[in-house]
């Protein structure tokens, strides 16, 4: 069966950092890129960032570039999201999701994880 | 960049067919065939419909269609279903290197 499972969210202060981790079991994690996508309480769903199957070639949206980081490590068929200098509109439920495209972008998602939430308040 | 124009809420009977539309700009849904569609049921995670403008994934019902006219693309829902009442988003790659979403359509099925 093709899984996704995010875990690491949690409530944190503004200004703290938080690392998220999306596990990846059912297929050839290495021949897929992969998007973390995020769902504010109430609101629509908003792309965060893409890493490309090897990993060498990373984007990000406006709203996070420059604090968040992802990363991949192959050999765990594991995806992170590293966030940095969090506030309040950070606050949400953050998937990682899986591109259609074998070695290749299609810029859409055709397998998601249940997210995990992250809060960010004081 | 701003997020794609959807209406907020479409309706429809059982049986009837419905479109609901998401705007955008050359840069983005009128300029790329990187256009897909999601259904969002609360509380589950979000289920790929339509990529590539029209592409249906394998398993996804032939009710589903997508087409698009100039820098609107529009997902068309036939036979509609009680199950289908949902939210629904639309995405697009940007020329900036991104992915935006529609603010989401809620689909009511009367």
Redesign the interface.
Same mark, same amino acid.
């Given at each position: 069966e093709v899984q996704l499972v995010e875990s690491g969210g949690r409530e944190i202060q503004p200004g703290g950092s938080l690392r998220l981790s999306c596990a990846a079991s059912g297929f050839t994690f290495d021949e897929f890129a992969m998007?973390w &996508?995020r769902q504010s309480p109430g609101k =629509? $769903?908003?792309?965060v960032s $893409?890493i490309s199957w090897v990993g060498g070639y990373t !984007?990000?949206? %406006?709203s996070v570039k420059g604090r968040f980081t992802v990363s991949r490590d192959n050999s765990k068929n594991s995806l992170y999201l590293q966030m940095n200098s969090l506030t309040p509109e950070d606050s949400a439920l953050y998937?990682c /999701?899986k591109d &259609?495209g074998l070695k290749y #972008? #299609? !810029? /859409?998602? %055709?397998v998601? =994880?249940? =997210?995990t939430t992250v809060t960010v308040s004081s | 960049q701003s997020a794609l124009t959807q209406p907020a809420s479409v309706s429809g009977s059982p049986g009837q067919s419905i479109t609901m539309s998401c705007t955008g700009t050359s840069s983005d849904v009128g300029g790329y065939n990187y256009v897909s569609w999601y259904q969002h049921h609360p509380g589950k995670a979000p289920k790929l419909l339509i990529y590539d403008v029209s592409n249906r994934p394998s398993g996804v019902s032939d009710r589903f269609s997508g087409s698009r006219s100039g820098n609107t693309a529009s997902l068309t829902i036939s036979g509609l279903q009680v199950e289908d009442e949902a939210d629904y988003f639309c995405s697009s790659y940007t020329s900036s290197i991104t992915v935006i979403f529609g603010g989401g359509t809620r689909l009511t099925v009367l």
């Amino acid at each position: 069966e093709v899984q996704l499972v995010e875990s690491g969210g949690r409530e944190i202060q503004p200004g703290g950092s938080l690392r998220l981790s999306c596990a990846a079991s059912g297929f050839t994690f290495d021949e897929f890129a992969m998007h973390w &996508v995020r769902q504010s309480p109430g609101k =629509g $769903l908003e792309w965060v960032s $893409l890493i490309s199957w090897v990993g060498g070639y990373t !984007y990000y949206s %406006d709203s996070v570039k420059g604090r968040f980081t992802v990363s991949r490590d192959n050999s765990k068929n594991s995806l992170y999201l590293q966030m940095n200098s969090l506030t309040p509109e950070d606050s949400a439920l953050y998937y990682c /999701a899986k591109d &259609v495209g074998l070695k290749y #972008y #299609y !810029y /859409a998602m %055709d397998v998601w =994880g249940q =997210g995990t939430t992250v809060t960010v308040s004081s | 960049q701003s997020a794609l124009t959807q209406p907020a809420s479409v309706s429809g009977s059982p049986g009837q067919s419905i479109t609901m539309s998401c705007t955008g700009t050359s840069s983005d849904v009128g300029g790329y065939n990187y256009v897909s569609w999601y259904q969002h049921h609360p509380g589950k995670a979000p289920k790929l419909l339509i990529y590539d403008v029209s592409n249906r994934p394998s398993g996804v019902s032939d009710r589903f269609s997508g087409s698009r006219s100039g820098n609107t693309a529009s997902l068309t829902i036939s036979g509609l279903q009680v199950e289908d009442e949902a939210d629904y988003f639309c995405s697009s790659y940007t020329s900036s290197i991104t992915v935006i979403f529609g603010g989401g359509t809620r689909l009511t099925v009367l």
